[in-house]
Every structure is written in C-alpha cells, then in structure tokens.
C-alpha cells in the first residue's frame, strides 16, 4: 500500500507542473513501512511509472539522486543511455513548442535560430540543443550538490562512520550555520518592525540573500523561527534522553537542528507549520536492512518522545556502496541511534601472506643498500597506515576523499595511491580489484622519477599486505602487460617494478617469470635508461633467488651490461649487479672458480692481442671490476678459513685496523658489512694474521696465489708502460690487493710473484730482455712496495737503482717516467721522491743526471708550489748550471713545465733570470747554439699556457732578440732557428698579446722572419704573412674604435659646452 501511496504523490506532483519533486520526508513516511529488502522493488516499480507516462524530469532526478547515494537502477541507466529515446521523444509534435528554461539558457547554449523567421528547425538540430541543455542541467545539479556536500560534511568521514564525536569550539562558527542564523534573525527583525535595522543587517552581509531561504543551502528543511526556538528551549526537559547520532552525520553536525545544545530534545512547536512532523505510534520502530553481498546493516530507530529508548547496536561487517545511504535517512526524526562497525574478516588466508623463507645468508646492511639502488626512499606519507581491514579503509578514505574530491590533477594524483590501493586489498570481487589496480598502475601517461617513486611505494605496500600469491595474480600482470610501451617512463617502471616487488613474490616466480621478463627488456630495449634500470632490478631478484642453476644466467647478464655501450649500464652492472652476483658466488662457493676465473680469463685475452688492438677502455673496464671485488674476495677467505669457528671467542677482545679498510662509498664494497659487522671482521682478521705469520694456508688463500697473482703479473707484462691510464689502473688494483691481505701477504706472496720482473737488478742484459716497454716495474713499485709504510727504505733504494739502472744501459725512460708517475699520485710519497731524486742529481754519470730532469719534468706538475720553489727548482738550476751539455739540454723542459705550473711572481722572475743567462752566456759554438735553439723551443710550446705577463714581459721580446741574432748564422743553421721560431710564432699567434707588445716586439720579428722565410720555405712565408694580416686588421679596427669613442666624446662635450651657453 505504501508504495501505492508513494506513486499517486508523484504523480500529482508532476501532473500540478511541480517539476517532479517529491518532499523526501513525504516519501520516507509512505515508505516507513516497508524494509530495505522491499525498497529497490518500489524504486523499480516507480521507475517504469515515471518512464510510462513521459514524466522525464522527474525519472533524471531520480537517477541523479540514486547516483549520488552510489547505486543506480537498470531500467533508468538503459533509458538515459540510449539515444534512441531522445531521438524518438524530439519528432513528436508536443515536444516542438517545448519552452526553454531560462536557468538553462547561457551564452553557449542559446539559439538564436529559434527566434528567426527562417522557419522550422531540423529534428536533428533539436536533439542536439535538447541534449546539449539536458547536459548542462546535470551539470548544473551535481555543481550544487557537490557544493552542499562540501559544506555539510564532516571534518573527517571516518568519526562519522565509527561513531566518534566530532568536537567543535564554540567561537567556531561552519558558514552553514552562519548563513541560517542571518536568515532567522533577518526574519524576526522584518516580523518585529525593524526595518532599518533589516535593511542594515542585509547590507552588512552582502555575499547572501537573507531573505531567501534556498540560498543557504540545497534540500536543507528551513528551521522553526526564533521565537520557536526559544520557546521549545524553555519547555524542554533536561533529563529527557539527548537528541543525538553517535555519528553526527550531516542533519545532526551541519543542519539547522544543530543551533541546539546537545542533549535537548526537539518540541513539537519547534517544527514548521508547512512542515509535517513525523507521526508514529508511541514504541513504533523501525528498522532498515541493507543487503550488501550477504551482510546486514540494521539501524534502529526508536519514536520520538520524551521517554527513554533502547538503543541497537548496529553490525556493520561490509562497507560497500550503500554505507553512504546512511546519510539520506531522515535522522532528524531519531532520538537515538548508535552505529557499531566490527572489524572485517580477512579474505585471504593468513598463510598466504607468509613469506617463504629463503634460503641464503645475505647480510641485512648488504640487502638494504641493494634495494636502495633501485628506488630512493619514498615519502612516508604515501604509504603509512596502509590497512589491512576494513574499519582501516573508512579511516584512510577518511584521509584521502578530501584531497582527491575537489579535483584531481596530475599535481595531486599521488594522493589516489593509498587510496585505491587499500580499495584492490580490501575488495572482494576479483574484477574489480583487476580494475583498480589498473588504474593504479596508470595513474599517470608518463611518469617521472617523483611519480614513479610513488608508484613504487604502493606497490611496496601492496606487496607487504596482499602477499605472495595475490601479488603475482594481480599486480604483477600490470607490469607484464607494459614491457613494450611505446612510452619510455612506463618501461622504465615496469623494470623498477620488478625489482621492487622481488622480495614479496613466490620464489618459483621470481626465478622463472621475473627473470624472464627483464632478461627480455635487456634484449629488446634501446634506450640506455632503461637498460639500466633492468640491470639494478636484475640485481635486486638475483639477491632473492636460491636456485643455483640462474647463477649462471646471472653471470651471463652481468658481461652483457659490462659490455653495453652506453656508460650508465655499464656503471650499473658494476656497482649493482656485480655485488649481487658475487655474494651469490661466494654462497655457492663460486667466487674463485668461476667468477674471478671468469674475469681474469677476459683481461689475458685483452692482453694477447694487445699488439694488434690495443682497447683500453675495455680493459679499464675489466680491471675496475676485479677491483671492485677484492673486499668480497678478502671476506670471502675469510669466512672459509679453518679458523673461522674461533672468532667468536676473539670478538670483542681486537680492534679493526680503521685505515686497513676504508669505508666505501656504498654497502657493496665494505668488508665490514659483507662480514656481518666491525667487530666480527676485526676478529677474522686477527685469526688470520695469525695464521699468515704461521704459514697456514687454505683452498681460497691458494688460489690466490697459484692463479690470481700469476695472471695479474702477466696483464703487467703485455700491458704497454706507454698506457698510462691502464697502468696506472693496474697499480691501483695491486696497491689496494696489497693493502687488504696485509703486510704478511704482500711479502710472502705477492713479491715473489714479481721475482721475474725484478731481473732488471740482475744486468744490463736482463734489462734489455724483460724491461723494454713493460708495465711490471711501475706496477711492483707503486702497486707493492708503495703499499705497506714498512717498505719505504726498501722504497727508496729501488728507486735509486732503478734510475741508475735504466739510465746506464740508455734505454727508453718510458718505464722511468710512468713509475714515478704512478708514485707522485700519492702525496704522501713526494719527499720520499724527491730524495731519491736528489741523490740522484749529485750522481757521477752524466745519464743518470740527465735521467733524473726528465724525471723532474714530470712529477713537478702534480707537486704543491712550495715544494717545487724549495726542493725542485734547486735541483733544476744545480742541473742547468752541470759542465756536460747534455745535462744543461735535458733540465730546460723541467723549467718549461714549471714555468706553465706556477704563477708565483718571485719564482717567475727567477726562472726568468736563469733563462735569460742560459741565452746570453751560451757560447757561441755548436752546444751554445743548441741551448739556445732548446730554449726557443721550449718557450714557444709553454708560452700560450704561460702566465699573461710573463709571456708579454719576457717571452715575446725573448723571441725577437734571438731572430736578430740568428740572421747572421749560415744557411744550414739559420734554417733550424727560423723553423723553431716560426713553431714558435704560431703558437702565440692564438694568444691574446696586449697592443703596445704587438706594435713592439711581435709585428716587426714576424715581417723579419716573413722576409728571410722566402728564401726557404714559400708555404711559411705565406702562413707567417696571413698571420701578419690578422694582426694588422685587429690593430686597424680597434683605432677606428677609439676614434669613434674620442669624437663622440668630444661632441658631446661641446653639446654641453653650447647649453650651458644657451
């Protein structure tokens, strides 16, 4: 009968022209008599009623209003959606003189073809305004429903949903409360005579209407009047039981009936005449149920009067669409409701979200650092309190709606992580689930480093929450499905993805799908960064893999990445997966045999065809991984000591050697993590020497010394000394070996392994047959005698006899030059060189002095200035000053170099007056000449990187002095002296030379030389000519310059001369 009833007051009311609305209270009370199970039925039947006799407005609003309350009947989503009906409904005749409502006519929706003489409109234009207005009325209704929304709810909808009273400060005033209160007291002034004082209060609030109730808020029922108020505050009872919600929802916290105290119950003379009061039989319930996948929802309603009620505990065990009805119910009509929400049941199984226990020894410190590689610490904020039940869902949609509401932009879609994250966890259908996931997936068409970050931490989340098995199932397929997306930050993603998500995943996924997948991206993807990324997530899975047999694949990733082109894979394979894969090794007991066997097996071949292809760069490359991995080799013996049952007996009792083991810039490299600690490294290290001073030795420690040195001593051979990159790499690689393993090593095992290299000691002739070219004496000098401080007399002495040695024989200083090169990289070492070095200047052979300047030439560019102005320039002027010709010829480069290295003023002016002598007193011989031709030499290859003045003060004018001088020596020698003056010339000519300098010293020698050049060389002359042009043209722009300036000046000078006169 109720809905009977409901039906005919619908229909009335769109039959009157009321636009089809129904009073919500009206509906509620015909309705009050039937349950929640009953009421879609009802809703259904009045659909087809409202459909049947046309009464179109009044179904769009019943649609909208189901939409709002989250659900939707089908028979009013198949009508609104089908084009068809509106089609049909356009080519009747009633619907030609339609009126257009002016509330729906704006600017762009106005037509005004329809007030034209033109004639009738075509159907189809008549849909498409109809449909365009009808659009622009929902609109318009879900704009100020949204507004009404915003303004009524709650701070937080969590308080609302578990009972929690929302307190607020009594000077805090909501502007829905603001604007009814103007409204009632505006309406007791006018009823009351002040006028004036309306007028005033009117004025005074200018931003509302306070003479229209609608334009305080939408379906808000207007309140009783003051004076009602009053009255029904004195005539109630202070101990009738509280009118209130236990979740204040929006009619108790934001409605008028809030202007009440809490605890007052609510008169009959506070309702409106025009507004019906709710009528019951005293003890009347009633009771709504709502069906949501098999679970209940019951709120019971007790009548309203002044006696006490039994209040029900309300079960809320599902939080689906329907929840937010709870919000419509006429609340103003209870007087005491509490809503009890229990928590849900976790869908899955508990053991499903376990974790398998793997079964690996990976320190926590290592793994950490891993994961590090792959994603950067994530903001908390984005995924703290991610629940795993449903009451926890309420409070972060609490969190969440009020951010994402208003609009989503792509600024603010990290805030929709969370939330649909905590909806796929906790939803019970699959689909739906599938669907969100997607969507989280997506969240952004191409996301950048912050975006993905985010991403990367829901999925974190998500892996900790769903476990294993609903992980693989569900968001794992999101990655699968982008590998080959046209947009790189999506592939990017999807590799750091499956990094992220390894330690969540089942073992037999992660081994088979995962590795699948990124081993794929390796393969077919071209852009480096992505390459990349899959090398760091490649990483990350080997770390969570037990199965031996990937290692192998593993090894195979890893010279793919160390053979890519681009350098960040290159770089990632290294730092990354390298670490990973050797701590894997070294757990199967493959470290020696097959991974540092592996890598040595690729640097002798670099080194065999060193003759024919010399690739440094990949030998660099090779060399800087076994480097990286000597503090795993180093814990590595360690660990598979005999001893190693007995540390923990030393542990506590030793103190690490600090400068032993530097710390390194990331975990992977540090002994101290790959051991387990500080203190448990300091214990094996401890057990270890000891074992070393007793000569004990073991499989890992052999190895070491039967294959590792051995093929480290054979790279030294075939590598050039000539390569300065590669030796100097290789003396790195040596020292830092040397300096891990300890003294004890370095001298039982690691010299004996250069006894061949050290034949240089033996002979002249051992010298020639071992020495030329080779790389072993700078790597045994600065790799492992310059390793240990107890080696440094020993240190001294070598070099002594090694300059003396290399010296006597005459051969090429190239292994001289790059061993003291190699050594003058460590500062600490600098005056042990130059002590060597000394002794050697005061040497009786001519060679070895002239050795030792060559020497200087070299280091002194890596020396402070204060050692060169004490140690190295007295040495240089002792050599200079030497009776033998060749000594003075070899120490005028050192100067050169110094003269480019330093800009001291008192040590320039020194090395200037050593020069200017070594020109002035050279005799006037064949060796005078030569000295001076060096010098030339000399200053024309270091004037351009020569300080500015120094070259203009002394260079240039140097240069032109000796031009004069030479014009008189005979053809063949004048020849050798205009070549290194024209050498000369050409190189300052890049230089920036100051005008007068130019004028005085620079143009006249070059149009000297040009002349005399004719006569040798015709192409000189011409070069020389075309630099003189150069010269000529910047002197003649810049005198046009400065005339421009000087007559400018001047005539503005007698513009002012002439006002001032006016």
Request: proline share 5%; glycine share 6%; net charge negative.
């Amino acid at each position: 009968m109720g809905e009977t009833r409901a039906k005919v007051a619908l229909c009335e009311r769109e039959k009157h022209g009321t636009g089809g609305h129904v009073d919500e209270g009206e509906l509620w009370e015909v309705m009050a008599g039937r349950d929640s199970r009953s009421r879609e039925p009802c809703l259904g039947a009045l659909a087809e009623h409202l459909l049947r006799e046309r009464l179109l407005l009044s179904a769009l609003e019943l649609h909208a209003e189901l939409l709002e309350r989250g659900c939707e009947l089908p028979n009013l989503r198949d009508f609104f959606s089908n084009p068809g009906n509106f089609e049909s409904f356009c080519a009747t005749p009633a619907l030609t003189s339609l009126v257009h409502s002016g509330s729906l006519t704006t600017l762009d929706s106005l037509d005004f073809a329809r007030f034209s003489d033109d004639g009738v409109r075509e159907s189809d234009e008549r849909v498409a305004v109809l449909e365009f207005e009808l659009r622009k009325a929902q609109e318009t209704i879900r704009a100020l429903r949204a507004s009404l929304t915003h303004a009524t709810e709650p701070k937080s909808p969590a308080q609302v949903l578990f009972g929690e009273k929302t307190t607020l400060a009594e000077d805090v005033i909501q502007p829905l409360e603001r604007c009814a209160l103007n409204f009632l007291v505006n309406e007791y002034l006018l009823q009351n005579g002040y006028k004036l004082t309306a007028i005033t209060f009117s004025e005074e609030n200018g931003e509302q209407d306070v003479e229209m109730w609608d334009d305080v808020g939408l379906n808000v029922p207007k309140p009783p009047t003051l004076l009602a108020m009053y009255r029904g505050q004195g005539q109630s009872d202070p101990t009738s039981p509280c009118l209130s919600c236990s979740n204040h929802s929006d009619h108790d916290m934001n409605s008028p009936l809030s202007l009440f105290s809490e605890g007052t119950q609510v008169p009959e003379s506070m309702y409106d005449h025009d507004e019906e009061k709710p009528k019951r039989d005293e003890g009347q319930n009633m009771i709504w149920e709502v069906n949501n996948g098999g679970k209940k929802l019951a709120v019971l309603e007790g009548s309203n009067n002044q006696e006490s009620f039994e209040t029900a505990d309300v079960q809320i065990q599902a939080m689906g669409e329907r929840l937010f009805e709870l919000r419509e119910l006429p609340w103003r009509y209870c007087s005491h409701v509490q809503v009890d929400i229990q928590e849900g049941a976790v869908m899955e199984d508990e053991d499903s979200t376990q974790l398998e226990v793997l079964n690996r020894a990976i320190p926590p410190a290592f793994l950490h650092g891993l994961l590090q590689t792959c994603h950067l610490p994530i903001d908390s904020q984005l995924t703290s309190g991610i629940p795993d039940t449903q009451q926890g869902l309420v409070l972060l949609l609490g969190r969440c709606l009020p951010c994402i509401v208003p609009n989503v932009l792509l600024s603010k879609r990290e805030d929709l992580v969370p939330l649909l994250l905590s909806v796929a966890f906790l939803h019970p259908s699959t689909c739906i689930r599938d669907e969100l996931l997607h969507v989280f997936f997506n969240l952004f068409k191409r996301p950048d480093l912050k975006q993905r970050h985010s991403i990367l931490a829901g999925c974190t989340a998500f892996g900790r929450l769903a476990g294993p098995s609903r992980l693989g199932s569900e968001l794992l397929p999101q990655c699968w499905e982008q590998i080959n997306h046209k947009y790189v930050e999506r592939r990017l993603l999807v590799a750091e993805a499956c990094g992220v998500l390894a330690p969540f995943l089942l073992k037999s996924i992660r081994s088979s799908l995962v590795l699948s997948m990124l081993q794929q991206m390796l393969a077919e993807q071209r852009v480096s960064e992505v390459r990349e990324a899959v090398i760091r997530a490649v990483a990350i899975v080997l770390a969570y893999i037990d199965d031996p047999d990937k290692y192998f694949l593993g090894y195979e990733l890893l010279l793919v990445s160390l053979a890519d082109s681009a350098e960040g894979v290159q770089v990632a394979g290294r730092s990354s997966l390298l670490s990973s894969l050797a701590c894997w090794a070294a757990e199967l007991d493959r470290l020696e045999s097959h991974l540092f066997a592996g890598l040595l097996c690729k640097l002798q071949a670099l080194c065999s065809e060193w003759t024919t292809v010399r690739d440094e760069r990949k030998l660099r490359m090779y060399l800087s991984v076994v480097h990286s991995l000597l503090p795993c080799l180093f814990v590595h013996v360690l660990q598979t000591a005999p001893f190693v049952q007995q540390a923990a007996s030393v542990i506590g009792n030793v103190k690490l050697e600090e400068a032993r083991f530097p710390k390194a810039s990331s975990s992977f490299g540090d002994a101290r993590v790959l051991a387990g600690g500080p203190e448990r490294l300091a214990a094996l290290v401890f057990l270890y020497e000891e074992s070393m001073a007793a000569e004990r030795t073991w499989a890992s420690l052999g190895w070491i010394e039967k294959e590792m040195l051995p093929g480290l001593v054979a790279v030294a051979k075939a590598v050039g000394a000539i390569a300065d990159t590669c030796v100097q790499d290789l003396c790195s690689l040596l020292h830092c070996l040397c300096s891990t393993f300890g003294y004890t090593f370095t001298d039982k095992m690691v010299k004996p392994a250069f006894q061949p290299v050290l034949k240089l000691l033996e002979g002249p002739s051992a010298c020639e047959e071992y020495m030329v070219g080779n790389a072993g004496l700078p790597v045994y000098t600065s790799g492992v005698l310059a390793s240990h401080t107890q080696d440094q007399e020993k240190l001294a002495s070598f070099l002594e006899q090694l300059l003396e040695g290399i010296s006597t024989v005459q051969l090429p200083l190239d292994v001289l030059k790059a061993t003291f090169t190699c050594l003058s990289s460590d500062e600490h070492l600098h005056q042990l060189i130059l002590k060597a070095l000394w002794t050697a200047v005061v040497h009786p052979a001519p060679t070895v002095r002239c050795a030792t300047a060559k020497v200087f030439e070299v280091i002194l560019r890596v020396m402070n200035v204060s050692l060169v102005d004490k140690r190295v320039a007295p040495a240089l002027v002792t050599l200079a000053s030497d009776s033998h010709l060749s000594v003075r010829l070899a120490s005028i480069p050192a100067f050169g170099a110094m003269i480019e290295c330093t800009t001291q003023k008192e040590l320039l002016e020194r090395l200037k007056m050593q020069l200017g002598s070594m020109l002035d007193d050279a005799p006037a011989d064949e060796g005078g000449q030569a000295l001076q031709l060096e010098v030339v030499r000399t200053l024309g290859r270091v004037g351009p990187n020569a300080e500015p003045h120094f070259r203009d003060d002394f260079v240039i004018p140097c240069l032109q002095a000796r031009w004069q001088t030479w014009r008189l020596l005979p053809e063949v020698s004048k020849l050798e002296a205009a070549m290194a003056l024209f050498e000369a010339y050409s190189a300052l000519a890049c230089c920036f030379v100051d005008e007068a300098v130019l004028q005085q010293h620079f143009l006249p020698a070059l149009r000297s030389l040009s002349d005399d050049m004719q006569s040798f060389s015709h192409e000189h002359q011409l070069i020389l000519n075309s630099i003189i042009k150069d010269f000529e043209l910047k002197l003649e722009e810049k005198n046009i310059r400065d005339s421009r300036s000087v007559g400018d000046s001047r005539s503005g000078f007698l513009g002012n001369v002439f006002q001032r006169r006016k």
